[in-house]
Nanobody, 126 residues
Framework: QVQLVESGGGLVQAGGSLRLSCAAS????????MGWFRQAPGKEREFVAG????????YYADSVKDRFTISRDNAKNTVSLQMNRLKPEDTAAYYC???????????????????WGQGTQVTVSS
């Protein structure tokens, strides 16, 4: 069992930065790949970034590559998403998710994640 709580969302102007954090509880956190997803009104939830269980491999959607950075600290049970050069199209609710499997790489598919946070809103004004 893994419980996830996101924080760090807010309102920012285009070109600005935000850092999202996800605090996890549960003894299996450190063995699971983690992902950040987002969902804008009227759109499907989409993959943003993922990190493997060790933190050595990261993956990004093309739309955020070179602007966002995912990281994790297994000692503190946290996953973070540093978002730079934000654009209005980044506006969405952002969700932290834990993979359904241990020791694997993060998947782009929503269905491959068993545990989700409640989400944190990011709004980028133009």
């Amino acid at each position: 069992q893994v419980q996830l709580v996101e924080s760090g969302g807010g309102l920012v102007q285009a070109g600005g930065s935000l850092r999202l954090s996800c605090a996890a509880s549960g003894r299996t956190f450190s063995s699971r790949a983690m992902g950040w997803f987002r969902q804008a009104p009227g759109k499907e939830r989409e993959f943003v970034a993922g990190i493997d269980w060790s933190g050595s491999s990261t993956y990004y959607a093309d739309s955020v590559k070179d602007r966002f950075t995912i990281s994790r600290d297994n000692a503190k049970n946290t996953v973070s998403l540093q978002m730079n050069r934000l654009k209005p199209e980044d506006t969405a609710a952002y969700y932290c998710a834990a993979s359904a499997y241990s020791w694997g790489n993060p998947d782009l598919r929503v269905s491959e994640y068993d545990y989700w946070g409640q989400g944190t809103q990011v709004t980028v004004s133009s």
